[in-house]
């Protein structure tokens, strides 16, 4: 089997997770440039009004002397800490989740992340996705890339689950929400939900998904 290769993401949508544990190897790209409405700094979470939309603030080229038409490397980008967002984010989990039936389980581990300056956003990523394959209770090991391919014929390339505006052709089996009684179910949210509302059962819901991803 072919490496999974795919971005390191803001804890990652469920479609990620399901290839990472589904794969036997796994591949972060390193050295992408940077783009707008992605999951590198953003994540959807249910709260009572329906999906609700978390994005990290980052410092934009010229705030750091660089010109604003020049491309920053994804690994180069740095979060804007003059923003509360890390507050503004672990209220909006204890507002949407404090209900679910394993919130109280995970918030003593996932606290810190909220309550330590990160200076690079894919510094931060890494930590929530390690962070999650601690809940999962799988080793998560990966390599880099040491270039970037635009189409890599050795890896199965599933970067475009990074795209937070595209909808890709995925089925997810529905799972237990919060709030589906009231708002109707909603797929594919940030891997969070699945882990505050299945628990344990999180890892074996990824590796029970039969599907079909299409590189390109």
Not at 68 to 85: G, S
Not at 155 to 160: A, I
Not at 169 to 195: A, H, M, R, T, W
Request: proline share 5%; aromatic share 16%.
């Amino acid at each position: 089997m072919k490496p999974v290769l795919m971005h390191p993401s803001y804890f990652g949508p469920i479609s990620q997770w399901v290839a990472i544990t589904n794969y036997e190897k796994l591949v972060f790209e390193d050295l992408d440039n940077y783009q707008k409405q992605t999951f590198r700094n953003r994540m959807y979470i249910y709260d009572a009004n329906g999906r609700l939309n978390l994005n990290i603030p980052i410092k934009h080229a010229s705030a750091l002397g660089l010109n604003p038409k020049d491309k920053q490397l994804y690994r180069d980008v740095q979060i804007e800490n003059e923003f509360d967002w890390q507050i503004q984010h672990w209220r909006a989990f204890k507002a949407s989740y404090q209900t679910s039936p394993f919130f109280e389980f995970y918030e003593d581990e996932l606290y810190p992340l909220y309550h330590k300056e990160y200076k690079y956003l894919m510094d931060f990523n890494f930590k929530c996705m390690e962070f999650v394959a601690d809940c999962l209770q799988i080793d998560l090991n990966y390599s880099k890339t040491e270039e970037f391919i635009l189409k890599p014929t050795d890896q199965n390339d599933l970067r475009k689950l990074i795209d937070a505006k595209k909808s890709h052709p995925i089925e997810l089996k529905e799972y237990y929400q919060v709030f589906s009684e009231k708002k109707g179910y909603i797929p594919n949210l940030c891997i969070l939900d699945l882990i505050f509302n299945e628990g344990n059962a999180s890892l074996s819901y990824l590796q029970s998904q039969n599907l079909e991803f299409h590189p390109g």
